[in-house]
């Protein structure tokens, strides 16, 4: 077949130009009123902004678990929200805050007011002045309206990619220009979440909370970031664990965000610490036994009764959805079930699911564990580069089929075979008890008293390894610190 010929070169100059000209027209212009900035909406109204709004928070609650079942928590930071955001330059606009049902430390804020902060993040936080400046921060991207701005962005991109496609005779060409747009705007810019600082300096400033615990709160954060990123075995790749990819802050920007904010320094600003703690105390901390617990390299469903183990070296997440686990090498693990019952043998099945995308090899049989199952393997080539594949397909009972994922690069296949066979041999079925000794982690608030070191207290937790360093970097205190009697610090419990 003929490849398309090239539009004449001036046609395709004199239409370029139209489409650019029409960037002025299409969707019109808008000025944020907190910042007095005009901006390219894209067509994105304040209606259509709370329209597309609602439609996402539903995709939220999905994808975080939910709201936090706690009206009491969800109550108290809803307030701290609520007023904060009397104080904007819109104070009619109609805010929705949620606490989200997700261990992981996240915030962020919809189109049309939607702000959400996790009980990780909670978790983590220490006062309410620290929790504030969350909030603070996302409220002021909604009042920036950097959302509507992101999306006049991605329209232009989309027209200006059009135009490229025209010039170079190549709806491609087109496509590929629009997808380097939409990545390049999945994120807040430096300039946007200095600007979204500020204002929530402002906010924070005229409520009367103290300012600095956006910077103390930031400076927790990179520590829980620096540990997770150990725990998972990667200490180079601490960005990757936290809301900084998408929030790219520093403490130095924040102090120079308060010094450029021009609002008159607060004189005794509220901290809020003790109400804060007993505000959390007891709420659910890490995973959620309904969804699954994580415990070391273990996966353990108490619902589902069935568990098993990754290789050292792999950090596990998991979602409402699946199950992951990755490796810095870049390796990957993905476990869930089979959404549909399955009448075929697994061979079949397994052909059947793949053969949509690729073509499997060796298939085999497989008895794991006194369960049928099956097995595959194939090579695909991606983003990423090269991965083999390795499928495995594991009929649980009749009308359950769960599956693992295995991709690894080509080079680090062989080495990681036998490690990830011993995976696959770990999936099992937990009996009664077992299932019932799975008790979710608790917030807990604990006094200190005469004889308490940080090391005794720590010696505590419940977890296998990182007991110290959990400790400490949940607190914001040093491990060498000497505890004062009477002294408040979090403690997690089980």
Known sequence: MNAPRPRGFLTGIITTSALLVSLTFLGGCETAPATGESFFTGGLTKDKEAAL???EHKKILQQFGGAYDDPELSSYIASLGKLLASTSETPDQKFTFTVLDSPVVNAMALPGGYVYVTRGLLALADSEAEVAGVLAHEIGHVTARHASQRYGRATATSILAAGVGILLGSDAAASAAGQVGALALQSYSRDQEFQADLLGVRYLSRVGF???????????LQADSRLSAKIAGNPEAADSFNIMQTHPRTVDRIKRAIE???ETRVKDPIIGRDIYLSKIDGMLYDDDPKEGVIQGRKFLHPGLRLGFEVPKGFRLVNTSSAVGARHPNGSTIVFDREPKPVTTSLIDYLRDYAGQKVSLQKLEKLEIN????ATGETRISGKQGQRDVRLIAVRYDQDSVYRFHFFTP????AKLGQDLQRTTYSFRKL????AAQIKPKRIKLHTVVSGDTVQKIASRFPYEDYRLERFVTLNGIGEKETLKAGQKLKIITQ
């Open 53 to 55: 709004g609602a439609e």
């Open 260 to 262: 450029q904010a021009g």
């Open 370 to 373: 006194g369960m049928d199952a």
């Open 431 to 434: 009996n009664e008890t077992e």
């Open 210 to 220: 103290e300012p600095e615990g956006m910077s103390k709160f930031l400076t927790k």
């Open 410 to 413: 080509p080079n680090e296949t």
